[in-house]
């Protein structure tokens, strides 16, 4: 693998409005999301990795990498103790305080957040700058932005299918316009029947679905999720009376990551099977 030094390295923390200034680059990185170990490992750089939080678990070797924290909060004291030279923190994810107190503890920050499907791209090329794995993660980047741009094309001249998508089931929520999924759902060229909920992740009741009356219903493919509800004394609707419901990996649809791309084709397969 061929690295690259520069005098200084320089990215932007989009959401904290803190610059990142890294003499070198980075080798010690503590990574607070799983998405931000997938990139890391995705250009080169998995083994710089000294800490990070819970399910990070791709690629198989984000296994054996110590968990400093979770949805609970990150331990402090054991970023102080690891000494990282770079810290990649979640902004939608990590708690502002804990947020807040890594960077006024001095470490440097990198706020790994990304809010498209494009940005994906973007964000392994600012992690190959912090790290001097540019030529990879340049390479990585290309290579996702073409299969991304071919996945469009596939499915723009498609029929619409009408979807409803099932975040959870207790609750029963689901997703809508500003979402991550719906970006997913629109390149498959669904659409989605709650697209226009007031909130991003918005509660629903069955009553309302079926109102609704979606061609196909997608699941997070968790067995709580999938056992939550019995579809099938709602044959009205025309997902359950065709049986095109469809349970998807979420770790595919929900990381902003290189791995997504497998999600949308996944999600484009099942629309696929409707039509």
Known sequence: ???????????????????????????????????????????????????????????AAALDIPRIGGYHGVQIERVIELNPDLVLVWGSGNKAEDIERITELGFKVFNSDPKSLEAVASELRALGELT???????????????????????NLEKSEVKVFYQLWSTP???????????????????????????????????????????????????KGNILGVDWSQWQEIPAVKHKHIYPLNADLLHRAAPRALLGVNALCEALDKAR
Not at 132 to 150: I, M, Q, R, S
Not at 175 to 190: A, L, M, T
């Open 1 to 59: 693998m061929q690295h690259s030094v520069k005098g200084l390295l320089l990215a932007m923390v989009c959401s904290l409005s803190v610059s990142v200034a890294v003499a070198a680059p980075a080798k010690r990185i503590i990574a607070l999301s799983p998405h931000s170990v997938e990139m890391l490992y995705a250009i080169g750089a998995g083994s710089s990795i000294l800490a990070t939080t819970d399910h990070a678990d791709f690629p």
């Open 132 to 154: 001097g794995y540019e030529d990879k993660a340049n390479k990585v980047a290309d290579e996702y932005l073409a299969d991304l741009a071919e996945l469009r094309k596939q």
């Open 172 to 222: 029963l929520m689901t997703v809508s316009k500003n979402s991550w999924i719906q970006q997913i759902i629109e390149v498959c060229h669904g659409d989605n029947v709650y697209f226009d909920a007031a909130s991003d992740y918005p509660q629903v009741s069955l009553e309302a679905v079926l109102l609704k009356m979606p061609e196909v219903i997608l699941q997070s493919q968790d």
